[in-house]
């Protein structure tokens, strides 16, 4: 980190003296350099209003380097995370979709198949067959709604991550645009 040193206001003691040029500490020559300069180090030399704005400037100031880099995060993930969450959306309404057709095909299958069953002769051998048809309709039913059940999860978890996500993006873009201002 660099210090900061100030030359005195007015001219050198060695300048008003008469006697010439008097070196400084670290052997820089700064009689001729005028009080409106700031020497930082031991060779960065300013203008003292530059210093006193770098000084006086508040902390919520952004460095340059710092904007791009949140400009090109903000600019690459917030598009990339509001396409993600599209594509789920999207998904989560087909699976949905998907769910309840194949639930309803189960329910009209099982009851196709209990109907057909009852019309059969008893412990024959199509009876048997269109009962397995009724077991296996109602298992499918089953893991329909199991489907389903965990789909309205990932909806919540979903919905619950926007929540926490959503404010954080926001203000990141406000800062943002703050700072460009």
């Keep these: 980190m660099a210090t900061l040193t100030m030359q005195p206001i007015g001219p050198l003691p060695s300048a008003q003296e008469g006697r010439g040029k008097k070196p400084a500490k670290d052997g820089a020559d700064l009689s001729d350099i005028d ?33 791009w880099v949140l400009g090109g995060v903000l600019h690459t993930v917030v598009p990339f995370y509001e396409r993600v969450r599209y594509v789920e959306d999207e998904t989560a309404g087909d699976v949905k979709t998907a ?51 965990i789909v309205e999860k990932i909806e919540k978890f979903s919905d619950k991550i926007d929540s926490e996500v959503e404010p954080i993006i926001k203000e990141l873009e406000k800062e943002f645009e703050d700072s460009i201002q």
């Excluded at 700031?38 to 210093?51: F, N, R």
């Excluded at 006193?52 to 460095?63: E, H, N, Q, V, W």
């Excluded at 067959?129 to 499918?140: D, R």
């Design 35 to 67: 009080s409106g300069w700031v020497v930082l180090g031991k060779s960065d030399i300013v203008s003292a209003d530059l210093a006193a704005r770098s000084l006086c400037s508040s902390p919520k100031t952004i460095p340059t380097w710092a904007r």
């Design 99 to 149: 769910v309840e057709v194949v639930e309803h095909v189960a329910e009209v299958t099982e009851k196709l198949a209990s109907n057909v069953a009852e019309q059969l002769p008893e412990n024959g051998c199509l009876q048997k067959a269109v009962e397995k048809i009724e077991y296996i309709a109602e298992v499918v039913d089953g893991g329909a709604e199991k489907v389903e059940a």
